[in-house]
């Protein structure tokens, strides 16, 4: 199925995993379920005020939308239609508001099966404070960490079948007379894939940022106690692709001292010990690099330190494609009140801007929310004592005008 794109604009190209961006650049937006309506008018209001700041008439994002979710289904009749992958697969880049997923039966996480069909394989999360925010911590500007979460593999394949079942019924016989498993006959059953080339993947991608970044470290996260061929196997094999890196890292157990400048220190923890250390000592970690479920879990654990969710971003990456996204649900009791915190969908904007290579735009653009923040300018659930409550529109243009006094043309 093809779909028509709209003039004016011009394809985004990636060339060795890098974004080649036009002038004009075709961007997909899927405006997102329950306060998508709110959040994504002013992420875009405030993205396309930061470009023109720094580049005048000069660059221009040019709009595409593509349907997903509640939205896709009254006009199409399905959740994700086939026009939208399309599109995205056409278009390279996109950026997402939060999409429904319902708790066990019905469609399954629409999230996933995006980045599942576009072999969006990284799931990137930056995490660090803002002055102003809430937190919980007494030192949160110690946290700052990047995550790289593994995107296709672990649970969420979506390999399972429910109790009862003739599946579940046919694979636990299976392991009971070939493999000598014992299964409770009336269990529900999930496989858990774990693969080399998508763990090393992930692995070189967040290793080489680092480099590229000059972080200080990544820490491979891992329950391989327990679970030794998969999430064991995982830190074997990140391991092995930090042995492609020679005099660019040095591994922990190695050191006898402070690391050479330069150097990126490969550690890796145990995930239930890493939720007290980025509680207890957050200052000692940089680039985390871990499976699936583990880094959701994380990516939550983490963002609460510095504010909650609403001010997490994220991105999808592969080598030909990128989707950046609000981490939070969709909130629906909040919806359509011009109240939610659209902090998470306008850093996610920073990311696509910095990844599109359009560095001036995405550092007004940082700069004037974190500086709307600092003036006690917040929504609802960042109100802190002499800050005052705005909606979310009054946000964005807090931050437009702001802008005015920020570099550019």
């Known amino acids: 199925m093809t779909s028509t794109l709209p003039a004016g604009g011009d394809l985004v190209e990636f060339v060795q995993g890098q ?95 995006l980045r599942q069909e576009l072999d969006l394989y990284a799931c990137v999360r930056p995490v660090r404070y803002y002055q102003g925010v809430p937190s919980p911590l007494k030192h949160p500007e110690q946290v ?32 009971k007379d070939h493999l000598g498993v014992r299964i409770d006959p009336q269990s529900g059953i999930g496989i858990k894939p774990i693969s080399p080339n998508a763990s090393k993947r992930l692995v070189r991608r967040a290793i080489a940022y680092a480099i590229e970044a000059h972080r200080r470290s990544v820490t491979l996260v891992h329950k391989g106690n327990i679970q030794k061929f998969t ?9 092995e692709v930090a042995a492609e890196f020679p005099g660019r890292v040095v591994l922990e157990q190695e050191l006898n001292g402070p690391p050479p400048d330069g150097v990126v220190v490969i550690k890796d923890r145990i995930a239930d010990n890493m939720f007290q250390q980025v509680l207890l000592h957050p200052e000692a970690y940089d680039v985390i690099a871990t499976t699936n479920l583990n880094g959701d879990y994380l990516s939550d654990a983490i963002a609460a330190e510095v504010g909650g969710i609403g001010m997490a971003p994220g991105a999808n990456l592969s080598d030909q494609a990128a989707v950046f996204e609000a981490t939070h649900g969709t909130a629906p009791r909040h919806a359509g009140k011009d109240e939610a915190n659209p902090g998470s969908l306008m850093l996610s904007a920073v990311m ?34 002499g800050a005052t409550r705005v909606a979310t529109s009054e946000f964005a243009r807090a931050m437009i005008a702001r802008m005015q006094d920020m570099g550019g043309n």
């Open 19 to 113: 974004m080649r961006t036009p002038d004009h650049p075709l961007v997909a937006f899927i405006e997102g379920d329950g306060i998508g309506i709110d959040i994504w008018p002013a992420t875009r209001a405030v993205t396309e005020a930061a470009v023109q700041r720094a580049y005048g008439q000069r660059r221009k994002i040019v709009w595409v939308e593509v349907l997903a979710g509640e939205k896709a289904k009254k006009l199409t009749g399905g959740y994700l239609p086939a026009a939208t992958l399309d599109t995205l697969r056409r278009v390279k880049v996109g950026i997402k508001g939060p999409l429904t997923t319902p708790i066990g039966g019905g469609i399954r996480s629409l999230n996933v099966a």
């Open 144 to 175: 700052d960490m990047v995550i790289y979460r593994e995107n296709t593999e672990d649970v969420y394949a979506g390999i399972e079948w429910p109790s009862g079942s003739a599946e579940s019924a046919l694979l636990i016989g299976t392991l």
């Open 231 to 239: 999430e064991g196997a995982f830190r074997d094999w990140g391991y």
């Open 352 to 385: 696509m801007l910095q990844a599109m290579g359009w560095q001036e735009a995405a550092k007004i653009l940082e700069d004037s929310l974190a500086k709307s923040i600092a003036d006690g300018i917040v929504t609802y659930d960042l109100v802190r004592p």
